[in-house]
């Protein structure tokens, strides 16, 4: 038997699958993270609208009227799933 040549350290990403919502005219959430993230490591804060984006054009969670912003107010401490 000779030498072990050993294993490469993988390190695991995940991605995360927190989401908003569900929007009642569509039936799928507006908004979710998305993010890849490994647990060894420190992770960006998981960033999505809680809620749906209404029909008077602003999300349900914040009141924010921007559809393109990921980042709702309310939900700057979520973390990671």
Known sequence: MG???GTPARRTKFLCVNHGEQNPDTGVPD???GKLFSKSQEVLACAFHTGYYAK???WTC???DNLKNNV???NDKA???
Do not use: T, W
């Open 72 to 74: 709702c107010a309310v």
């Open 3 to 5: 030498p072990h040549r």
């Open 79 to 81: 973390e990671h799933k």
């Open 56 to 58: 008077d054009g602003k």
């Open 31 to 33: 908004s979710c993270c």
């Open 62 to 64: 914040c009141g924010d």
